[in-house]
């Protein structure tokens, strides 16, 4: 799967569904998407997170301690957005005293005061099903990440099976959509024909961890030799402009003037502090920046893997304050290791720039 495809904001409106659980862990890549899409459809356990943090009394139960923030970040980015998030309005719901019972609630009245009767919520309900589907249809791009159920087993997949079918049909109106993890995937394979349009990717975790800006750690071990697939074509819009590329890119700010003021130059950041990643790709997002891009990633080990299969040419380096603390021995060679100088020396272009500062300290021995 071009993990790419996701972040991809050419075709719109796109809309995100979102299910599953953990919402402190997939923060990051919640904000993210939020920030690139024009709705979200929160479902699965998330969907009592974004519920509590829009006022909406939910059980404590169902609550995940400490995301509190992270929601009301989310609601912030979409409110700032003008994006709605939808979430469901009914719930199949199972009775704990007798197994056999199914039936389907209101969501608020369910969420506050039902559960201490006995009812659990295993899925998403019809209205919630019939809201998303004529949703859907003025859609043009369409991702969907988790499964809908709440109790996260197989068991009841009515909600995926339905929703399935609702992308199914989407797919013939030349919406674009790209399903992620099992439910997804298992809930629309057989139906696809030749006029569908699908992207497909079981392995949930990654896509996750790709939404988060991160390389993955499996991938960043096999270090060096490790070709990596970055999708060019879908990172900068033009590859045969010349790269820029800044180690240690931070807060990312320098690289954000560079691409306003060089049109003409395609830049990237790498920087290994994965929260700084987000908020970088969040910015390039939502000012619609199409010669900008960040990595989450050891630069000195993956410098060379990742550069190498750019199309153009590398034309400038940079590596400004590697170390904040640089002055103790320790760190002093932290990130300007000689991998990294040879893999610089080895892929810039000739009469190309490398430059490195420090406030502490100035070097001029790569020039
Ligand atoms: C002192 S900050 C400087 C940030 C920015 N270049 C500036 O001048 O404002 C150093 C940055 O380098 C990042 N960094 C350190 N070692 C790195 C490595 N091996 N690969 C990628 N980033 C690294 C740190 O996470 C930090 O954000």
Redesign the pocket.
Known sequence: MQLLKINDTTRRPYIAIIGGSNFLRKAPALHLLASQCDGLFLVGKLSFQIMNGLGIPVSSCLIEKNATKEVLQLIEIAHNRNIPIYYPTDLWCLNSNNNEQLEIFDSAELLSGLISLGWTPVDIGPSTLERISSLLSSYKKILWIGPTSFDLTEEFSVGATQLGQILNKASHNSCDIILVGGAACKAVKGMSDSSSQYTASENESIVWEFLKGRILPGIAALDKSYPYQIPWDDVFSDTTQPLFV??????GL?LFQMARNWEGLNFLG????EK?VVRCLQDVASAGKRNLYFLS????STFRSIVSSYPGQLTLVSI?????DFNKEQNRW??VRRMLVEAVADLLQVNGKRSIYSRTWSLSCLE
């Open positions: 800044d180690i240690g890119s931070g807060n320098f790498l920087e290994m502090n700084l990633t050891n630069a000195t400004q304050c590697p170390n904040p932290r990130m």
